[in-house]
């Protein structure tokens, strides 16, 4: 039979414009939030994080948004380039320490 | 540079037979995960240590998965007997507080 996986949503840009990736996440406990990215073939690796007591913080080309009000998570990058191109997962602590709740991700897609 | 590494990157193997993957946490990381990918679950957490104690293992079939810190340099997943349904990306990570890094993966066929 047809295998039937996980509907990823997917984001497409045009190569140096902004990208913003969004999740919403489960936990009003949850007091420590992450974003990986994972290309394909790769494991996810870490791009930024956010504390509870933040609702922003920024890295190199990255910005993570965090509204606890709505429990809302962003990541923003900056002129989207082509390595860029990944799933992004967000992950929350869920009010425990060391382990994480991942989301089912995000496809980027960018277009040249 | 430091990096988790994992073996075998690749295991084809069929039903039945006994799979075992290793993981090297990144020297100094007391927390060590064991993760399962695949498409129709995403990514499922397995088995976790602290300080090479097993802490959760919640997310694992216990009748035939096993998962071992024999020391702090090495962590194990083993699969006795292996299924068609285990066929995933297997990865690693291992941390200190909250951050995880993961390692390349191990993808594992069974026929």
């Known amino acids: 039979g047809e295998s039937v996986g996980l509907h990823l949503p997917t984001l497409s840009v045009q190569e140096g414009d902004n990208s913003i990736i969004n999740c919403a996440y489960s936990?009003?406990?949850?007091?420590?939030f992450i974003w990986y990215k994972q290309e394909s073939g790769k494991g996810p690796q870490f791009i930024i994080d956010?504390?509870?007591?933040?609702d922003k913080r920024q890295g190199q080309r990255v910005t993570v948004l965090l509204n606890k009000t709505v429990k809302h998570l962003s990541l923003q990058i900056a002129a989207t380039q082509p390595g860029d191109s990944a799933v992004y997962f967000c992950?929350?602590?869920?009010?425990?320490?060391?382990?994480?709740?991942f989301g089912t991700g995000t496809l980027l897609a960018v277009q040249p | 540079d430091a990096r988790v590494t994992q073996t075998p990157r690749h295991k084809v193997t069929e039903m039945g037979q006994e799979v075992t993957m290793r993981c090297q946490p990144i020297?100094?990381?007391?927390?060590v995960f064991w993760y399962r990918q695949t498409m129709m679950q995403g990514l499922e957490l397995l088995a976790y240590?602290?300080?090479?104690?097993?802490?959760?293992d919640s997310g694992m079939p216990k009748d035939r998965f096993s998962a071992e810190m024999p020391d702090a340099t090495l962590a194990t997943l083993k699969i006795q007997p292996s299924e068609p349904r285990d066929s995933a990306v297997y990865f690693c990570?291992?941390?200190?507080?909250?951050?995880?890094?993961f390692g390349p993966g191990t993808r594992l066929t069974v026929t």
């Open positions: 990570a291992s941390g200190l507080l909250y951050e995880q890094y």
């Open positions: 936990n009003s406990a949850s007091d420590y």
């Open positions: 956010i504390r509870s007591n933040m």
């Open positions: 992950a929350e602590d869920g009010g425990a320490t060391n382990k994480l709740i």
């Open positions: 020297l100094g990381h007391n927390t």
């Open positions: 240590f602290r300080n090479r104690a097993p802490l959760d």
